[in-house]
T-cell receptor
Framework: GDSVTQMEGPVTLSEEAFLTINCTYT??????LFWYVQYPGEGLQLLLK?????DKGSNKGFEATYRKETTSFHLEKGSVQVSDSAVYFC???????????FGPGTRLSVLP | DTGVSQDPRHKITKRGQNVTFRCDPI?????LYWYRQTLGQGPEFLTY????????KSRLLSDRFSAERPKGSFSTLEIQRTEQGDSAMYLC??????????FGQGTRLTVV
């Protein structure tokens, strides 16, 4: 079945550091790919998405590019802030959107 | 419409009792999902509705779990004879025909 793998956390960075969180997936067909963020005590919020190969999703300084050849959707941000501290989930949705499959999450802590 | 709403936010119950959770999706969304999230893990798929039809159920959904979505509007998730292993955050999400899932704040269940 479909699955998502992402780098284990926690990731601890200093403010203004560069962030990469790796995500790879296994899926049949051509899934849509998502990054969700979960702040402490809150529900999941969509951060960005990409629906086809080579699409780049971006939001709030975060970016991820849908790479079909490497089945990857790595999350990047050039300069993280303390307010970016949260858990980040990579996810996919199959061709027919029957189900969203999530990775285990990566906890990011940004220190001032 | 302010998004996906879940009720209650927190529930503490004794082992063996039945509990019921409610989810009100975004009104124009025809798809509704239930997920379970335990500490440090990503959301695990439980079940999915398209309008009032329950189209997919996870193996995680034992016969103690039942979900309904009468008239394709709100949904309920019932757990009968609760066990300590049922303690988790139960997340509801909705989506339009094709697109990202919008999540509620979740219901945190504690079985004592």
């Amino acid at each position: 079945g479909d699955s998502v793998t992402q780098m284990e956390g926690p990731v601890t960075l200093s403010e203004e550091a560069f962030l990469t969180i790796n995500c790879t997936y296994t899926a049949t067909g051509y899934p849509s790919l998502f990054w969700y963020v979960q702040y402490p005590g809150e529900g999941l919020q969509l951060l960005l998405k990409a629906t086809k190969a080579d699409d780049k999703g971006s939001n709030k300084g975060f970016e991820a590019t849908y790479r079909k050849e490497t089945t990857s959707f790595h999350l990047e941000k050039g300069s993280v802030q303390v307010s970016d501290s949260a858990v980040y989930f990579c996810a996919l949705s199959s061709d027919y959107g029957q189900n969203f499959v999530f990775g285990p999450g990566t906890r990011l802590s940004v220190l001032p | 419409d302010t998004g996906v709403s879940q009720d209650p936010r927190h529930k503490i119950t004794k082992r063996g009792q039945n509990v019921t959770f409610r989810c009100d999706p975004i009104s124009e969304h025809n798809r509704l999902y239930w997920y379970r999230q335990t500490l440090g893990q990503g959301p695990e798929f439980l079940t999915y509705f398209q309008n009032e039809a329950q189209l997919e159920k996870s193996r995680l959904l034992s016969d103690r779990f039942s979900a309904e979505r009468p008239k394709g509007s709100f949904s309920t998730l019932e757990i009968q004879r609760t066990e300590q292993g049922d303690s988790a955050m139960y997340l509801c999400a909705s989506s339009p025909w094709a697109g990202e899932a919008f999540f509620g704040q979740g219901t945190r269940l504690t079985v004592v």
